[in-house]
């Protein structure tokens, strides 16, 4: 499979809490990026993160990268309702190539 | 300013029939263009890249084609519909984002394709 994965499949959080995703892939990359998605439309840039940096910030998101184990998490903190949409991580390997996650259903009870 | 648009939104087509889903790109040049197919709450899978007018790069064998007559234009598809070509297909480029110094994908609403 082309597919990286990306657990929980489903995460269900009140608002306020601190929501957590993780993405593993398969191969060497440039960087990795974060999306989303809000049900029945395109995606969404939110952040990326090159592989020779292990972690970034931006507003509420914080992204890790562990190129070792081949693996990102995305970290929304302080979570609102407005949140409420699936998230995919996406790996650029340079070959003009995005191979994306599975993704992860972010739903945001207020 | 740089837009992407993509059509139809929705469409019912019997099996067995063509397809034909259109994506342009307005306010650049060049780009590389991208198709995805999303199935019911699923990842997006890499069908089809070109990086340039007439060079197609396909990663999935399957019933469907590109093309790329236009250096803004790229269409997908089919001569006859399956059952299994239902789904959400997007179409992406990938300008370069000043705020992360790399390409990142921009992204079309989408074509949602069911497949009766």
């Known amino acids: 499979s082309q597919q990286g994965e990306e657990d929980p499949q489903a995460l269900s959080i009140q608002e306020g809490e601190n929501a957590t995703m993780n993405c593993s892939y398969k191969t060497s990359i440039n960087n990795l990026q974060w999306y989303r998605q809000n049900s029945g439309r395109g995606l969404v840039h939110l952040i990326l993160?090159?592989?020779?940096?292990r972690e970034k910030h931006s507003g509420r998101l914080r992204v890790t990268l562990d190129t070792s184990k081949k693996s990102s998490s995305l970290l929304i903190t302080a979570s609102r309702a407005a949140d409420t949409a699936s998230y995919f991580c996406a790996t650029d390997t340079g070959t003009y190539k995005y191979i994306f996650g599975t993704g992860t259903r972010l739903k945001v009870l207020a | 300013s740089q837009t992407i648009h993509q059509w139809p939104a929705t469409l019912v087509q019997p099996v067995g029939s063509p397809l034909s889903l259109e994506c342009t790109v307005e306010g650049t040049s060049n780009p590389n263009l991208y198709w995805y197919r999303q199935a019911a709450g699923r990842g997006l899978q890499l069908l089809f890249y070109?990086?340039?007018?007439?060079?197609i790069s396909s990663e999935v064998p399957q019933n469907l084609s590109a093309s790329r007559p236009q250096d803004r234009q790229f269409i997908l598809s089919s001569k006859k519909l399956l059952l299994s070509d239902s789904g959400f297909y997007l179409c992406?480029?990938?300008?370069?984002?000043?705020?992360?110094?790399?390409?990142?994908?921009?992204f079309g609403a989408g074509s949602r394709l069911t497949v009766l």
């Open positions: 993160i090159r592989s020779n940096e």
């Open positions: 992406a480029w990938s300008p370069w984002d000043r705020d992360s110094g790399a390409n990142v994908l921009t």
């Open positions: 070109s990086v340039g007018i007439g060079q």
